[in-house]
């Protein structure tokens, strides 16, 4: 009897393990940008553009190519509908140093030791382990000009009081 209860025990933990393994492992959504490649599809503007749709493997691999006449500093990877499972992840040295993400997109920043992405350069994007046909979209981020000019006019205006205060005691 112990036998047999032992015998049976065995064969219920096989199965689990069998069913366990047999099972198809879904590997977590993973983005890489690499440096290069060829045959690149523009990036004419930071408009939100469609990159492409996951095969029935759940990849998808384009490059890219930044036709515009400015470094992007940053590069934001979304799906149209629904969520991934797990959070993305990813790694885009030496293109950008930081990555922040979620179920649905993750956002490449340049950061301190990142290049961003230099006008006409090209780049190789990789999405693994995605739900087979899901639609990628991407935009990019550079520095506004308006932006850069608003802290000039600030900086020139605190000299120009500093200047004029210093001006006035001498007298």
């Known amino acids: 009897m112990r036998t047999s209860v032992c015998n049976i025990v ?3 933990g096989a199965l689990a393990m069998l069913s366990f393994f047999a099972a198809p492992l879904k590997a977590d959504p993973i983005v890489v ?3 290069g490649g060829t045959g690149a599809t523009n990036i004419n503007s930071t408009e939100t553009f469609i990159v492409g749709t996951t095969d029935a493997a759940g990849m998808l691999t384009v490059v890219l190519s930044n036709n515009t006449n400015v470094t992007f500093e940053a590069l934001r990877f979304f799906q149209d509908v629904g969520v991934q499972t797990v959070p993305w992840q990813g790694t ?3 293109l950008f140093s930081e990555a922040f993400a979620n179920n649905f997109s993750i956002d490449f920043l340049q950061g301190d030791q990142g290049t961003g992405i230099a006008p006409n350069t ?3 994007v990789t ?3 995605f739900t087979p046909g899901t639609t990628i979209l991407a935009n990019a981020t550079v520095p506004e000009p308006t932006t850069l000019l608003l802290l000039g006019a600030g900086l020139a205006g605190v000299a120009l009081r500093k200047r004029f205060r210093r001006g006035q005691s001498s007298d």
């Open 92 to 94: 885009a040295m030496p």
């Open 122 to 124: 090209s780049f190789t």
């Open 10 to 12: 065995r064969l219920l």
């Open 127 to 129: 999405f693994t382990g």
């Open 33 to 35: 940008l690499t440096p």
